[in-house]
């Protein structure tokens, strides 16, 4: 891949665009911090979303997205096999770190020395990070053969391995439903809904509304959390990724698009966008599953991380939780679609300990540190000797997750075009649009390709 070089200002602006905080915390909730009283072991307290870190150049350093993750780490750095593969050298790690944060570091070169849950294409693309091709092909840890092969695949861009498999990545789509809220009105819940028709049927059964006409439960979100994203409309309702990453082209304006934004925006319409809107502006129901964990919400288009995440969250929810398939059209009825894609290290360019953060990033690929993850945060990666280790019903709704990886007919690597979350953010703009009436969906999918089309040329990146 040619690699785009820009200045500073420039750096920020481009991929500022392309990554908003928000979207980077995707596969995790709201940001659970260490406190300026009780700081986690090793991690510094959060700072300001315009703060940057000052990176202490004699530790090996470490900045991730994510904040749930604080407490596997705390823990991980305390075992007799990290202290041994650290040997003397210092260790600072430090989540919930933004976007602005991670992109202004970069431009001053003075970035971490690995990164992790941040926009990974873009930040290859622009030569911030370096391929990590040599490091991985000499590691006796990280084995091709063990790793699901599209998460394998998820590491490079062409020939190059863009950063260092591990943390969590596994499969992303499943239907979860709260079998109580189900049962309560005479669901099925034995058989589960897989196609959108029947998804709708559920939706319109389990929205309910008080005396006033104020909104008390709802079925589905068409567009919380995973269901979120353009990966999944077009795959969903046509069967293919609207991003070609041979040819670099974009195709957003088709008839999958325009059936996605017709059909889901049903959904909000049957709440009301306004009464919707509201709810979503509630404390605690903004974002991300929020409003599932709240037991408002009723079904969720996640990962298979939501089945762990949910039970160490919210256990009184959790328990009511089980998966299926990820909804395609009647039309594509019995289609098992999936995406997946691996989170990395990936290694700063400007790093000062380049080899040091690679033996931290081959850990985290270890029984141990794996072991860890999957009971503090719920989170696995798809390596198939540790997947074997895994009790399905560790997490209500996990064993629809194990079971899956060996019966899908339409896999997607997801999030792989560089200007990915610029148009995951045009994609929510418009489709409101389309729910309330103010364009339709066949001016909303031309709108967003021109977007697309548009931004593309300015990054120069055609």
């Not at 990545?169 to 005479?186: F, M, P, Q, R, S």
């Not at 319109?204 to 909104?215: E, S, V």
């Amino acid at each position: 891949m040619k690699k785009a070089t820009v200045n500073r200002r420039e750096f920020l602006r481009l991929s500022a665009l392309t990554a908003g905080a928000a979207t980077l915390a995707a596969c995790a909730p709201a940001a659970v911090t260490p406190t300026a009283e009780s700081p986690a072991p090793g991690a510094a307290t959060e700072p300001t979303a315009t703060e940057v870190p000052v990176v202490d150049p004699s530790a090996v350093t470490w900045w991730y997205a994510w904040g749930n993750l604080d407490p596997a780490v705390a823990k991980m750095v305390e075992t007799e096999e990290f202290k041994q593969i650290l040997g003397n050298n210092k260790f600072s790690y430090r989540g919930s770190i933004s976007s602005e944060i991670i992109l202004t570091a970069v431009a001053a070169g003075t970035p971490p020395d690995g990164g992790s849950n941040f926009d990974y294409p873009n930040l290859f693309a622009r030569g911030a990070t370096i391929p990590v091709n040599d490091y991985v092909s000499a590691s006796t840890l990280i084995k091709k053969e063990d790793i699901l092969e599209k998460l394998w695949q998820s590491s490079f861009y062409g020939d190059k391995m863009i950063g260092v498999p591990g943390i969590e990545g596994y499969l992303w789509w499943g239907l979860n439903v709260n079998t109580k809220a189900a049962k309560e009105v005479n669901l099925d819940v034995e058989n589960l809904p897989t196609t959108w028709e029947t998804v709708f049927e559920w939706h319109k059964a389990l929205t309910k509304f008080d005396d006033a006409g104020n909104l008390k439960q709802f079925g589905l979100d068409p567009w919380d959390a995973m269901a979120g994203e353009q990966d999944f409309a077009v795959q969903s309702f046509g069967g293919f990724n609207w991003w070609n990453e041979e040819t670099r082209e974009i195709n957003l304006n088709n008839e999958a698009m325009i059936k996605s934004l017709e059909t889901m925006s049903e959904f909000i319409k049957l709440v009301g966008p306004d009464k919707f809107a509201g709810m979503r502006q509630t404390t605690g129901m903004g974002g991300w599953g929020a409003a599932y964990n709240a037991g408002m919400q009723t079904m969720i288009m996640e990962g298979y991380w939501h089945p762990g995440e949910t039970q160490i969250q919210q256990p009184d929810i959790a328990q009511y939780n089980r998966a299926t398939w990820a909804p395609v059209p009647e039309s594509r009825k019995g289609k098992r679609i999936m995406a997946t894609g691996a989170h990395f290290v990936q290694i700063f360019k400007d790093a000062k300990h380049k080899d040091e953060i690679f033996k931290v990033a081959e850990f985290l690929i270890t029984d141990t540190a794996q072991d860890i993850i999957f009971k503090e945060v719920g989170w696995i990666f798809g390596r198939k000797s540790y997947l074997k280790r895994i009790d399905p019903k560790a997490y209500p709704g996990l064993d629809f997750y194990i079971a899956a990886a060996d019966q899908v007919d339409e896999w997607i690597i997801g999030r792989r075009c560089p200007i990915h979350w610029f148009i995951a953010n045009q994609y929510s703009e418009l489709r409101e649009k389309v729910y309330r009436g103010e364009m339709t969906a066949t001016e909303a999918a031309a709108e967003l390709q021109r977007r697309a089309e548009d931004e593309w040329e300015a990054q120069g990146l055609s």
